[in-house]
């Protein structure tokens, strides 16, 4: 019975997915549609569109790679051999987890390789934002798979001699040790981990650091730490974020959006980020996060030792990693589900943080920082209305642009 309910679930997300990207295959046209006039000119909105097709093709084939992989999976019991290599080796049910878990995701990463070498130095060459060399791409890869290792690898040690040890009380004490690397995380991810992958410099003092101090303290924000990331190392494409907490929040500029923005532009953008955080919409989302993860916790507490689950995955007898892994893909509906919530909760947030500019900064120069940023990303202005609610956590430019030119609608003052 599990194994079918497996099976079903993995059947309905693919379906779910092709139907959402055939939909936005609807709203392609080969003509400067009247909503993207003054945004796009014809020849740049070819582009765009041609870029969205090729993505959607090949997005296309790899998704059904994969549906085709983990269906070979189950059918063949791919799972129960690899538990038993890892069996094999050692009896041990921590580093039969590790094992286990290591070769799915290194024969995962290996098989898809193919295809991220094809996007990276095929697709974002073709369309000029590949910057990536070959000596980044295999750095990336070997930095990923030793971050893995050493993070992912010894949370998951400690959550299941956790789980040896505890007993009942296991989702509270695990709630508690995921709760503090979350906000461990949050705060010093960017200057330990991000260093590992790009550089970070202080924004070099001048007008857009004096303008960018002006409207700080105009705010009432208490901002020490600006800086620039290297960006252009990979990509062309062009961004800005907020991350950390208290003393150790940062702003972060991606080096192409400084070369291609104007000062008040850069501003706000920037005001944009500090309105999540005067709005409290980091606390809050961190807050969901953690409350998320007790009560996931709490039900795999509940099932995890069920001898069913391992079966389902062809494994005689319960083993926690197995048990993990198919619980994990039984809950994927209900994640689905509290996804599209959560970027409801997101796309207000980013109307809210919006408004916070439009009243702080300059409403103009928003609208003109986020046309720059769509065109030069070359995203998609016209998704379907399902998709957008499904997936995205941001509105669209076009809903973005009428919230600013309308001001009256806007819900934060």
Known sequence: MIFWIIITVLTFDFILEQTLGYLNTTRWSDTLPDEVKGIYDAEKYRKQQAYSR????????????????????????????????????????????????????????????????????VIEERFGFNRTTPRTFILDKLKGWALSAVIGGGLLALLIWLYGKTGPMFWLIAWATVTAFTLFMAMFYSSLIVPLFNRQTPLEDGPLKEAIRKFADSVDF?????FVIDGSKRSTKANAYFTGLGRKKRIVLYDTLVQDMTVPEIVAVLAHEVGHYKRHHIRRSLLLEILQTGVILYIFSLVVGAPELSSALGIAHPVFHAGMLAFGILFSP??????????????????????FAVSHADGAALASALIKLSVKNLSNLRPHPACVFVYFSHPTLLQRLHRINNPTKNTAK
Do not use: H
């Open 54 to 121: 090729t993505n959607y093709r090949f997005g296309t084939l790899v998704s059904c790679y994969g549906f085709v992989i983990i269906m070979l999976m189950f059918a063949f019991c791919g799972f129960a051999v690899v538990n038993q290599w890892a069996e094999y080796i050692t009896q041990n049910p921590i580093w039969t987890a590790l094992l286990f878990f290591g070769i799915l995701l290194l024969a995962s990463d290996l098989l898809n390789m193919p295809f991220e070498l094809y996007d990276t130095f």
């Open 334 to 355: 209900v994640s689905t589900l509290t996804g599209i919530v959560m970027n409801i909760f997101s796309r207000r947030n980013e109307y809210e943080a919006d408004a």
């Open 222 to 226: 208490k901002l020490e730490n600006i």
